[in-house]
């Protein structure tokens, strides 16, 4: 079966076309395109009849968020900066990490395995729109199982752009599209910072090691060179920030590697409750959430920049 020979139900043919279900589902019944009874809709005919919708699409900027180091705050910047954009744009959260930890907060249920959708080891890549669940307004997530921890070994140049190809075709339809890396070095991470525009760096100010910023540095520094030039590097989050005593030193230690956000992330109880509970940030504790979307801001400033 060719790609644009897929069919869509309701739902992933309404996010095909960029609308919500109720308002895709008034206008194929006003228009009876084909699919209006049965709710399966092909994908040819959906490109045809909503051209004008699907073209427009936006500019997206893809955020990696990244540290080699465990437990610095990836998944837990990369849930909450998500909220937080999601509240005035439409935005993806690619759990790109075995641990599937972020996937394990929106879904209790069996996911199907990406590794299925990539083109990997000789299988056939396939759409992953079907894959992507919404998990609130403007909010995507798309989930990652242990199975990710198979890809671990090139066989062919493209498997460097598994990640980048797989979200080619659904790309313009977000405006930010974060990445929630592994805390490792090797084939899943280099996807995600091939397919990425930007990378923000995590840095847990309690257990701080400079030597883990350099590793880091370097790493980048790599990507950019052999595989992404269009890389650029945001710069480092302060994470789980307790006192502003030893703020200055600190930053400045991490400066000489990478630039470092003004918005710091302060320790807070109830980013683990929020966690446990399998809950948004926005319900438990409105405070840390503002902390967010400070990052939020300072993110978006710092895109506006890079692309003006
Ligand atoms: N600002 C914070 N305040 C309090 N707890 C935090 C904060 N940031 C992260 N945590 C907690 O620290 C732990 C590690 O955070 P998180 O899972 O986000 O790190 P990670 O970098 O994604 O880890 P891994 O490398 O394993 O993927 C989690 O239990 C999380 O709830
Ligand atoms: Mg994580």
């Excluded at 805390?183 to 996807?191: A, D, V």
Aim: proline letters at 5%.
């Amino acid at each position: 079966m060719s790609k644009l020979d897929a069919v869509f139900d309701l739902e992933e043919a309404s996010k095909f076309v960029g609308l919500n279900p109720v308002d895709f589902q008034k206008k194929v019944t006003e228009l009876k395109i084909p699919g209006w009874k049965t709710g399966e809709f092909k994908k040819s005919i959906l490109a045809k009849y909503f051209e004008a919708n699907i073209s427009e699409g936006y500019d997206s900027s893809v955020i990696a968020v990244s540290n080699q180091k465990g437990g610095e705050g990836k998944t837990t910047i990369s849930l909450y900066l998500a909220e937080a954009l999601a509240e005035n744009h439409k935005v993806l959260l690619i759990d790109w990490d075995p641990q599937a930890n972020a996937t394990q907060l929106f879904l209790n249920d069996d996911v199907p395995s990406i590794m299925d959708y990539l083109g990997y080891r000789g299988k056939k890549p396939k759409d992953i729109m079907p894959i992507i669940k919404n998990v609130s307004e403007n909010f995507d997530l798309l989930p990652s199982t242990l199975e990710l921890a198979n890809l671990t070994t090139p066989y062919e140049r493209d498997d460097f752009e598994l990640l980048k190809e797989a979200i080619l075709p659904i790309r313009s339809s977000y405006e930010y599209i974060i990445i929630d890396c592994p805390p490792s070095l090797g084939l899943i991470l280099e996807n995600a910072l091939i397919c990425a525009d930007y990378i923000l760096v995590p840095i847990q100010t309690r257990a701080f090691s400079l030597q883990g910023i350099r590793d880091l540095h370097e790493t980048i520094q790599k990507i950019q060179r052999k595989a992404n030039q269009r890389l650029k590097l945001l710069g480092a989050v302060l994470n789980q920030f307790e006192g502003q005593k030893a703020l200055a030193g600190l930053a400045e230690g991490v400066k000489k590697y990478f630039p470092v956000f003004e918005t710091v992330i302060q320790r807070r109880e109830s980013i683990p409750q929020a966690q446990a509970r399998m809950s948004f940030l926005a319900k438990i504790d409105l405070t840390t959430m503002k902390n967010f979307r400070e990052l939020a801001t300072e993110v978006k400033e710092k895109i506006n920049v890079e692309k003006n």
